[in-house]
């Protein structure tokens, strides 16, 4: 069956502008993550969904990050007033259940902010 | 605060060399343990996984590793490499929620 998709594959961005990455999991998965994976940093994790459930929102970095999820399924990852700083892959996961499952991941969103 | 450390962060290996890949966590209690590859130009994949049982577990291409309670550690290791092991190595640890270590790139030389 079909993967994580993600959209846009590139994005390149003015500073200061909003830029909204797209996520699409596999179907049927309740969980959703989004990490960030800068060059040499390895994976940040951002936030990720579990069902209906609040979202745990730890990871973002600043309250210039937001995401959503509607329906259960597809989620949105917002930046606002991009910083060059903001410049990374963006990377969507999702999976069957929060704990202990393997997690499937997207192709990822290179963001690059000018 | 809870952490997933990758001792290395670049190996260069020659064909047919051993591979070991350190990583170590600092949660307490039941973990689910994880390693993921990412090569070049590709998703990030599940290599292996270990959830509970016989702390040696066997992954695709070759690749194994063991989980040592005592140590918090969860190393990864092929025997010998090849050409096609050159990628990017992430150990993650699951407890209540998944967290990577920073990654370790391995370069085989042919």
């Known amino acids: 069956g079909a993967g994580v998709s993600q959209s846009p594959s590139n994005k390149v961005t003015e500073k200061g502008k909003d830029v909204e990455l797209r996520c699409d999991p596999i179907?049927?998965?309740?969980?959703l993550y989004w990490y960030r994976q800068s060059l040499g940093q390895g994976l940040e994790f951002l936030i990720y969904?579990?069902?209906?459930?609040?979202?745990?929102k730890s990871g973002l970095p600043s309250d210039r990050f937001s995401a959503e999820r509607t329906g259960g399924s597809v989620s949105t990852l917002t930046i606002q007033r991009t910083q060059q700083e903001d410049s990374a892959v963006y990377l969507c996961a999702s999976s069957y259940a929060l704990a202990g499952d393997e997690q499937f991941f997207g192709p990822g969103t290179r963001l690059t902010v000018l | 605060a809870q952490s997933v450390s990758q001792h290395n962060h670049h190996v260069i290996l020659s064909e047919a060399a051993s591979l070991e890949l350190g990583c170590n966590y600092s949660y307490g209690g039941t973990v689910n343990l994880f390693w993921y590859v990412q090569y070049p130009g590709q998703h990030l994949q599940l290599l292996l996984k270990?959830?509970?049982?016989?702390?040696l577990v066997k992954g695709i291409k070759g690749f194994e590793a063991e989980f040592i309670k005592s140590k918090f550690s969860f190393n990864l290791r092929k025997p010998s490499v090849q050409w096609s092991d050159t990628a990017e190595y992430f150990c993650?640890?699951?407890?209540?929620?998944?967290?990577f270590g920073a990654g370790t790139r391995l370069t085989v030389k042919p």
């Open positions: 270990y959830f509970s049982g016989d702390p």
């Open positions: 969904f579990q069902g209906n459930s609040a979202p745990d």
């Open positions: 179907s049927g998965h309740t969980a």
């Open positions: 993650a640890v699951n407890n209540n929620d998944m967290r």
